[in-house]
Structure formats: structure tokens, C-alpha cells
């Protein structure tokens, strides 16, 4: 992937999903794309060119246990969907309520674009706000079968494909942008 195509102002959702659809396992876990990450997908170069990250509070959780209590990200802003109180580094933010104002605050936060980092349900909410600009999804050859679904929405949203890919392993990838 060719991280020069993510325009400065987008909001990306950047991820990974099962052939039918699913970002983790039911129990939340992502073990089964340890096979597959390689470094033909870009995901460095991708990481280099993002400049912010909005996540829902349960990605955050899970994060800050893998990492002891720390942001993966660094200075990096980091907005966290959340109505709970949040105790955090001073590059990450706490917000509820309307995602127009946190995707404003996000762009508003950081000269790049940003990344929305897992999340379903805060994927589904930008989708809606038509905040959510671009969508790489890498597809894993693997069935699942129940797990966390990539998006909650309860009406079609059209896509319009970017550009497409193959990968080691079978894996692949499409980048789309919705359609207004």
C-alpha cells in the first residue's frame, strides 16, 4: 500500500478483517492475525503517515493493558470515545457525545491524517457523520465464523473502490471512499 494516497484530511479506518467479517474473535482477541502480519502489507509506512488516532474505550482498555498502562502511540494525539473518566497521558483526550466534533477535534489536533483505531461501534458512527473518509480493508483468509463485527450499520452504505491488492498469504486488500 502506497501511503501517499491517504490524503491529509482523512480519517482512516485502517483494518483487518476475517473473510466473513469479523475484527477480533468473540472473546475479543486478535491472535489469529499473528500469521498474517507481514511486512509486505505497510502497515510501517502507514503508522509513519498518520498524525492522530480516534478509538472507542474499548480499544483503548485493551491497549493500555497490552502496553502497562501506556498510549501505543506516544505523543501521537489519541482521542478516546467515552462517557467514563479516562486517567491518561496528556496527548490523549477524553470525549462523548457527537463523533462530527471529535473527528473536527481530531483534524483540528494534528497537521495529517488520522487514524480510527478498531471500534465497530465508532466506525459506524463516523460512517454515518460522513466523517469517516477512507476505508483499507485487509482481508485474512480465515473463517471465524462469530466474533466482533468490522461495523454495525443498519443501512447501505455505497463505497467507491480506491484500489486494490494482494499480499503474501493470501491476504488482501481494498481501499475504498464512500460515495456521497
Request: aromatic share 8%; glycine share 10%.
Amino acid at each position: 500500500m502506497d501511503a501517499s494516497e491517504i490524503r491529509d484530511d482523512d480519517i482512516v479506518y485502517y483494518l483487518a478483517a476475517s473473510i466473513d467479517g469479523f475484527i477480533a474473535a468473540a472473546d475479543g482477541s486478535a491472535d489469529w492475525l499473528n500469521d498474517y502480519f507481514v511486512p509486505e502489507l505497510g502497515f510501517h509506512s502507514f503508522m509513519a503517515r498518520i498524525k492522530g488516532a480516534i478509538m472507542g474505550r474499548t480499544s483503548w482498555d485493551k491497549m493500555v493493558a497490552m502496553t502497562g498502562g501506556k498510549s501505543a502511540y506516544g505523543e501521537t494525539p489519541v482521542i478516546v470515545a467515552t462517557h467514563r473518566p479516562l486517567e491518561a497521558p496528556a496527548s490523549v483526550t477524553a470525549m462523548s457525545g457527537d463523533v462530527t466534533a471529535m473527528a473536527s477535534a481530531a483534524r483540528a489536533s494534528v497537521n495529517g491524517p488520522v487514524w480510527l483505531v478498531g471500534g465497530a461501534s465508532v466506525a459506524t458512527q463516523l460512517l454515518a457523520a460522513k466523517q469517516l473518509t477512507r476505508i483499507d480493508l485487509f482481508t485474512i483468509p480465515v473463517l471465524l465464523g462469530t466474533g466482533i463485527p468490522a461495523f454495525r450499520n443498519e443501512t447501505p452504505v455505497s463505497l467507491g473502490v480506491i484500489s486494490t491488492g494482494t499480499y503474501p498469504k493470501g491476504v488482501t486488500r481494498t481501499s475504498y471512499r464512500p460515495r456521497p
